[in-house]
Nanobody, 122 residues
Framework: QGPLVESGGGLVQAGDSLRLSCAAS????????MGWFRQDPGKERELVAA??????TNYADSVKGRFTISRDNANTVVLQASSAKPEDTSVYYC?????????????????WGQGTQVTVSS
């Protein structure tokens, strides 16, 4: 088990809310930018949302207005969706970057979780 562990995935109905948590252990990520990515089979892993230590955020266009990323404390990051859609079905990954901006560049994220499956049924 790595330093980042995701939880909260599973099966939800379209229109329901969704909450994913990322807990860090073994080191402090309070000064890191934290991101949530998702990846579908055969596709590249893409940024869903990112948040800097200062609270600056960045969202993918596909989730703007529906998803919210926040930091509950120094080592927990939460991704919430107010109205899940079937196209949100994916494997979601938490990641940490030393970048000072909420970057979408995967290569700048050094630490990754194992991923959690989210399935949204219509």
């Amino acid at each position: 088990q790595g330093p980042l562990v995701e939880s909260g995935g599973g099966l939800v109905q379209a229109g329901d809310s969704l909450r994913l948590s990322c807990a860090a252990s073994g080191r402090i990520f309070s000064g890191y930018t934290m991101g949530w990515f998702r990846q579908d089979p055969g596709k590249e892993r893409e940024l869903v949302a990112a948040i800097t230590s200062g609270g600056r955020t960045n969202y993918a266009d596909s989730v703007k207005g529906r998803f919210t990323i926040s930091r509950d404390n120094a080592n927990t990051v939460v991704l919430q969706a107010s109205s899940a859609k079937p196209e949100d079905t994916s494997v979601y990954y938490c990641a940490a970057s030393a970048a000072s901006i909420p970057t979408s560049r995967r290569e700048l994220y050094r630490y990754w979780g194992q991923g959690t499956q989210v399935t949204v049924s219509s």
